[in-house]
């Protein structure tokens, strides 16, 4: 089985910084893409910034330039930066991972979410 603990989340103020950190661990034999999504109260999942394995990234437009997305591959983690926060930022933040456990299909993955909420 292949887990992903997401941690980092928290409450921070407008214009503050926050840093998501996601470990996948289990019997991997290889991690392709991974990446993070948010789900705000009332609104569906939505993409936020994604990585291939080999570095290319991908961000929604309401986080570009605002955003970092990063992976450890030696690590087996994914990272996300997160700078100049604000209440639209608020939601529960997902970590995703597309993997190939040993011996078993491809799928991806999903972490339990941890909370970022943005507030004065």
């Known amino acids: 089985q292949v887990q992903l603990v997401e941690s980092g989340g928290g409450l921070v103020q407008p214009g503050g910084s926050l840093r998501l950190s996601c470990a996948a661990s289990?019997?991997?034999?290889?991690?392709?893409?991974m990446g993070w999504y948010r789900q705000a109260p009332g609104k569906q999942r939505e993409l936020v910034a994604a990585?291939?394995?080999?570095?290319?990234?991908n961000y929604a437009d309401s986080v570009k330039g605002r955003f970092t997305i990063s992976r450890d591959n030696a690590k087996n983690s994914v990272y996300l930066q997160m700078n100049s926060l604000n209440p639209e930022d608020t939601a529960v933040y997902y970590c995703?991972?597309?993997?190939?456990?040993?011996?078993?299909?491809?799928?991806?993955?999903w972490g339990q979410g941890t909370q970022v909420s943005v507030s004065s």
């Open positions: 990585i291939t394995s080999g570095g290319v990234t």
């Open positions: 995703n991972a597309y993997v190939r456990p040993t011996g078993r299909e491809l799928r991806d993955y």
């Open positions: 289990g019997r991997i034999f290889v991690i392709y893409t």
